[in-house]
C-alpha cells in the first residue's frame, strides 16, 4: 500500500470508517468520538499557535528590518554575517552586498585600534561595550557613529558578535557648536577684538573644514564694508591682500558679498564659473568654493562671516554651523568695539587736555 493510501486509511478510521483497502486484521477500531474531538481541538490549537508564532516572526523580522539603527551579526573572522537594512543604508550599500564584508573596512583609519579594542574587550564577558568613531561610507563620506558590541556563543561554540550601529553625526555636531562656543566665550574675557574674530574663524574652519576664513563689518550704510580678520591659515597660506580696517564698498566687490545684496546667506560650490568675479583684492586667496553668511540685528547686516576652500561641497550644515557661531560670537564682538571705542574717546580726550593745558 502506498503512502498516501495508508494515510487516507488512517483518517478515514479516525472517523469511524472501515477501509475495504486494509486487510481484516490491520482494521482500526472505531475511534470514539471524544478523542476525535480531542484530537481535533488539539490540532485548531496548534494551528492558531503556529499563527501565533508566524505573527511574531513577522513582526519581529519587520522591527529587525525596519529598525532606523544598524543591526548585524559579525563572526570570529570579523565579517559581517548578517544585517538589516538600516546596516545598508547607512554603509552606503545595498543589503546583499554588505554580508561577508570586513566590519572594519568601513572604520576610518583614525578609530581602527578603538575599534579592534572594543571587539576584544567585548570578547571577555557578555556584557555590552559601546565605542564612538568615524565611518567611512561606500562613496567616501563620513559619518560619527556610536556602536555596541556583545558576544554571544552560538551552536557548536561559535562566537559571534552583535553590532548595532547608530548615526551621531548631529549629536556631535551640537557638541562641537557647543564646546566651540564655550571656548570663545573664555577667550574673549582676554583677548583683543581682533584675537577674538581670528580665534572665531580658526574655530569654524575647524568645524567646516575650511582653510579660509574672514569676518568682516557692514557699516551703517550698509554700503560699505570694514576689512577686519582672516583666519591664522588664510593669513598664512593663502593670502597676502592687505587691508586691515580698509573700507571697501560692495558696489564694487563681486559675487563674494552677493549675501549682502540678496540679504541672505550664499553658497558658491564652483567659484571659477561664476560670472562677476570681480572685486578680489590682489594677494587675496584664490578661491574654489566659498560660503558667507551676514550677521543681522535691529534688521541690519553688521557683519559678514565667510568660509571658503573646504575639499568637499559645502551644504545646508555648513551653513547653519557658520550661522550660529557668526550670531553667537557678535556679542562679545560688539561689547569689545564699545569698549574700544570708549577707550579711544577717553585717549583724544585726555590728548585734548593736555594741548589745553600747555
Known amino acids: 500500500m502506498h503512502g498516501e493510501e495508508r494515510q487516507s486509511a488512517i483518517v478515514d478510521a479516525a472517523q469511524g470508517a472501515a477501509d475495504p483497502r486494509l486487510p481484516a486484521g490491520q482494521q482500526s477500531p472505531q475511534m470514539p468520538a471524544a478523542r476525535l474531538a480531542e484530537l481535533e481541538a488539539q490540532n485548531e490549537e496548534l494551528r492558531l499557535s503556529l499563527e501565533k508564532t508566524n505573527a511574531l516572526l513577522t513582526r519581529y523580522f519587520n522591527f529587525y528590518d525596519m529598525a532606523p539603527v544598524g543591526f548585524c551579526t559579525v563572526g570570529e573572522s570579523g565579517r559581517i554575517l548578517q544585517a538589516n537594512l538600516a546596516t545598508g543604508q547607512l554603509l552606503g550599500l545595498a543589503r546583499n552586498l554588505v554580508l561577508q564584508q570586513s566590519f572594519a573596512r568601513f572604520i576610518h ?6 575599534y579592534h579594542l572594543t571587539r576584544q574587550a567585548a570578547s571577555e564577558d557578555d556584557e555590552p561595550h559601546s565605542c ?3 565611518i567611512v561610507k561606500k562613496d567616501g563620506t563620513l559619518f560619527w557613529a556610536h556602536l555596541e558590541i556583545r558576544t554571544v556563543k552560538a551552536e557548536a561554540a561559535e562566537v559571534l558578535q552583535y553590532v548595532v550601529l547608530a548615526n551621531i553625526t548631529e549629536r556631535k555636531r551640537t557638541e562641537s557648536i557647543q564646546s566651540a562656543r564655550l571656548r570663545l566665550m573664555e577667550f574673549a574675557s582676554n583677548h583683543t577684538l581682533k584675537e577674538l574674530l581670528v580665534e572665531t574663524l580658526d574655530e569654524v574652519g575647524t ?11 557692514l557699516e551703517a550704510d550698509q554700503k560699505t564694508l570694514s576689512l577686519q580678520a582672516w583666519s591664522t591659515r588664510t593669513a598664512k597660506e593663502y593670502c597676502t591682500a592687505a587691508g586691515e580696517g580698509r573700507h571697501y564698498d560692495i558696489d564694487e ?4 558679498v552677493e ?13 571659477a564659473s561664476l560670472p562677476n568675479r570681480r572685486g578680489l583684492p590682489p594677494g587675496h586667496a584664490t578661491l574654489v568654493r566659498e560660503m558667507v553668511v551676514p550677521v543681522f540685528r535691529n ?16 551644504d545646508q550644515e555648513d551653513q547653519e554651523i557658520v550661522a550660529l557661531i557668526a550670531d553667537l560670537v ?10 574700544n ?3 579711544e574717546s577717553e585717549r583724544r580726550w585726555k590728548l585734548a587736555l593736555e594741548g589745553l593745558r600747555r
Not at 534688521?299 to 559645502?314: D, E, P, R
Open 109 to 114: 583609519s583614525d578609530f581602527q585600534n578603538i
Open 132 to 134: 564612538e568613531l568615524k
Open 207 to 217: 568645524l567646516t573644514g575650511s582653510p579660509i576664513g574672514f569676518y568682516h563689518f
Open 253 to 256: 566687490a563681486g559675487v563674494w
Open 259 to 271: 549675501c549682502v545684496r540678496l540679504r541672505r546667506p550664499v553658497i558658491h560650490n564652483d567659484y
Open 299 to 314: 534688521g541690519n547686516i553688521v557683519a559678514i562671516l565667510g568660509v571658503g576652500n573646504k575639499a568637499s561641497l559645502y
Open 330 to 339: 557678535w556679542e562679545s564682538v560688539e561689547s569689545k568695539r564699545a569698549s
Open 341 to 343: 571705542a570708549a577707550t
